[in-house]
C-alpha cells in the first residue's frame, strides 16, 4: 500500500501563486504516471496535469501555461507549481499515482483562490 500526501494548499489572492507537494511513501518511479486532479462540490474530478517517469508532461487546456507538474525521485516527491491563479481554480486538489496494476491517490488538499 502506498501513501500520498498533499500539502501546501491554502488561500490566496487572484493572481497569487501556491505550490502543492505530493509525498509518497515509496519510489514514485514505481509508477508510469504520476498526477494531479481536483474536485469542486457535486462536479466530478477533473485531470489537472500529468508527467509520466520519462518527464513527458500534459496539462488541463484551462491551466497549461500557468500551472508547472514536476518531479523529484530522490525525494519520492511530485509538484505542483500554481501560477496566476483564478478563483475557477478554487478546488481540492488530489494527488494520483498510476501503474498498470495499482492507483493511489491522496487525501487532498484544499486550495482556495479569492477573487
Known amino acids: 500500500q502506498v501513501q500520498l500526501v498533499e500539502s501546501g494548499g491554502g488561500l490566496v489572492q487572484a493572481g497569487g501563486s501556491l505550490r502543492l507537494s505530493c509525498g509518497a511513501s515509496?519510489?514514485?518511479?514505481?509508477?508510469?504516471?504520476m498526477s494531479w486532479y481536483r474536485q469542486t462540490p457535486g462536479e466530478k474530478r477533473e485531470l489537472v496535469a500529468t508527467?509520466?517517469?520519462?518527464?513527458?508532461?500534459d496539462y488541463a487546456a484551462g491551466v497549461k501555461g500557468r500551472f508547472t507538474i514536476a518531479r523529484d525521485n530522490a525525494k519520492n516527491t511530485v509538484y505542483l507549481q500554481m501560477n496566476n491563479l483564478k478563483a475557477e481554480d478554487t478546488a481540492v486538489y488530489y494527488c494520483?499515482?498510476?501503474?498498470?496494476?495499482?492507483?493511489?491517490w491522496g487525501q487532498g488538499t484544499q486550495v482556495t483562490v479569492s477573487s
Open positions: 515509496q519510489s514514485i518511479s514505481n509508477f508510469r504516471a
Open positions: 494520483n499515482a498510476w501503474s498498470q496494476f495499482d492507483d493511489y
Open positions: 508527467i509520466t517517469t520519462v518527464g513527458s508532461t
